[in-house]
Nanobody
Framework: VQLQASGGGLVQAGGSLRLSCATSGRTSSRYSVGWFRQPPGKEREFVGAIRWSPGITAGITRYADSEEGRFTISGDNARKTVYLQMNSLEPEDTAVYYC?????????????????WGQGTLVTVSS
């Protein structure tokens, strides 16, 4: 299983970015794709996740309390791509953003449950 995050870049405060996470090699129909970020000098933190399971065609999302409302996760299960739409960005959102895949499909915020990780994409928000 491989994941590739893209879409990071430099944006002014108040702006928006959409990150993409392309997955490949996944065979399970039950899984979660989580978004995490690691600000400079800080620990990695959960941003949100989306999950699918047999019979669920629309992904079910979960967000960190601090991000709900500004960030939206969506996905195209058929195309195996997950998106993180980030609006009203603040300098505090500056971080390397990672996507990761958990085959349990529980949308857990626990990073240790995600077995597969993408390489990360840097988001820089200027004030």
């Amino acid at each position: 299983v491989q994941l590739q995050a893209s879409g990071g870049g430099l944006v002014q405060a108040g702006g928006s970015l959409r990150l993409s996470c392309a997955t490949s090699g996944r065979t399970s129909s039950r899984y979660s794709v989580g978004w995490f970020r690691q600000p400079p000098g800080k620990e990695r933190e959960f941003v949100g996740a989306i999950r699918w399971s047999p019979g669920i065609t629309a992904g079910i999302t979960r967000y960190a309390d601090s991000e709900e409302g500004r960030f939206t996760i969506s996905g195209d299960n058929a195309r195996k791509t997950v998106y993180l739409q980030m609006n009203s960005l603040e300098p505090e959102d500056t971080a390397v953003y990672y996507c990761a895949l958990d085959l349990s499909g529980y949308n857990t915020p626990d990073a240790t449950r995600y077995r597969y990780w993408g390489q990360g994409t840097l988001v820089t928000v200027s004030s």
